[in-house]
């Protein structure tokens, strides 16, 4: 007897996990590395890590460790990068290493994610809240 699609489908999603965690080591930031995958139909559609936008130094914080107001989230960089490309996200699967905020969770439901997978919760849930509200898939597997 074979294994079954929830047993297979959390299979892939703890992989995505890790590849997300590995991801979120390039990220450049001190005080938080935080990687993402996009996955859509079996396929990695975009990837993304917190840092600073393109053409800045990639010092995230300033010197007082404070991260600075414009480096961006890892989920918003993926999810961009889906914007810039002929794919779409509508229907895919968010894996990220650290859940999102308020405001990449409205990025989130805006690009038709469905599916949200996460390691470590973010100390404001209210995005977690967010996208429950709005009927999306959240799936939470703190070791993947």
């Not at 999603?13 to 859509?40: F, N, P, T």
């Not at 989230?73 to 650290?98: C, D, F, P, W």
Request: proline share 3%.
């Amino acid at each position: 007897m074979g294994i079954s699609n929830s047993e297979k489908q959390e299979r892939y999603d703890r992989a995505y996990l890790k590849m997300a965690l590995e991801w979120a080591k390039l990220s450049h930031c001190k005080r938080k590395q935080v990687g993402a995958l996009i996955v859509k139909e079996n396929m990695i559609i975009s990837d993304g890590y917190n840092g600073t936008p393109t053409g800045f130094n990639n010092c995230c914080e300033d010197e007082n460790g404070e991260t600075h107001w414009y480096v961006l989230h890892a989920e918003a960089n993926a999810i961009m990068k889906v914007a810039r490309s002929t794919q779409s996200a509508k229907g895919a699967t968010l894996y990220i290493t650290l859940s999102p905020c308020k405001e990449c969770s409205k990025l989130v439901l805006q690009a038709g994610i469905h599916r949200l997978v996460y390691v470590k919760g973010y100390k404001d849930d209210a995005g977690l809240a967010f996208l429950n509200e709005a009927g999306i898939e959240i799936v939470q597997i703190p070791e993947p």
